[in-house]
């Protein structure tokens, strides 16, 4: 069983050590350095051509659990991987629209699940003082209305077609990639596409942010209590914003979490799958999951506003 960090409440920094007027101040600098960061408008055109697209990955080996920053994600070994197909792009809340409406499917986060009265998802939220936990049960929030039904109306799918999907249980990415005559990839073969021949800490070479420039939908800042949006997010970004990887394949690496058919564990309750990929989430000072090798268990009915998927080819 690997690391566990998803949905264990914890302190923020300013909450853990709130008492303290000097540190309240800091963070209400740092709120208003955000404030001015986010300001600053990043755009990008996603186009149905880019979304559609299959590559056709060839037969190869690779080192996967290759630079390990997480016990769990090594130790390095040789791979061997047939030839498949995956999707250039996550799935997106268009696609995954045309799959509801051709079959009527009801995802997890839309029926009512053991222990919750009301059908909804998890949702981070900011911490305060008050509740310094980021991760809340809303019901409501579902793939239709990720952040929930009093989300504004900017956060709803009708305004993001080209987001990728979310609030989608393992049951819901499976359910889909069987409608479209595919399925989830297995960790090693999202690794390898990940990887596309790269042999240094990040896909896209040994520095995080070269030159100062972000090359993935992750947290800019203090997580949780600062996100400056360097990137030009604070949330999920339509998908083939930020550039492709070697194998012409978009946000392998942050935006959201990927479901794989990869079994992490095997609890009395439910099979718990690998996620890979890091999220819009992922910190410097937290998580630092936004390279191929990283990986994280996920229950299988959870949905949660930052896990997505893709599929390849049976």
Known sequence: MFERRIFHPSLSA?????LAGILLAACEREEKTAQKQ???QVTCETTSQTISQKIELPAGSFTMGAHPAYREEGPPRAVKVSAFDIDATEVTNAEFAKFVEATGYVTDAERPQPGFEQPGGVVFRPP????????HFVAGANWRTPEGPESAPEDKIKTRPHEPVVQVSFNDARAYAAWAGRRLPSETQWEYAANAGADTQYVWGDERAPD???MANTWQGT??????QADGYAKRSPVG????NDFGLYDMIGNVWEWTDTVAAQTQVETVYTIKGGSFL????????????ARQAQEAGLPTSHIGFRTVSK
């Not at 992922?282 to 090798?293: D, I, L």
Request: aromatic share 14%; proline share 7%.
């Open 223 to 228: 997580f949780p209590i600062q996100n400056t």
């Open 38 to 40: 986010a300001q600053k």
């Open 14 to 18: 300013c909450a853990a050590l709130g």
């Open 282 to 293: 992922c910190a410097p000072n937290f998580c630092r999951r936004y390279r191929a090798a």
């Open 241 to 244: 914003c930020f550039a492709a």
């Open 128 to 135: 305060t003082l008050e509740n310094p936990s980021w991760w």
């Open 212 to 214: 100062g420039v972000e």
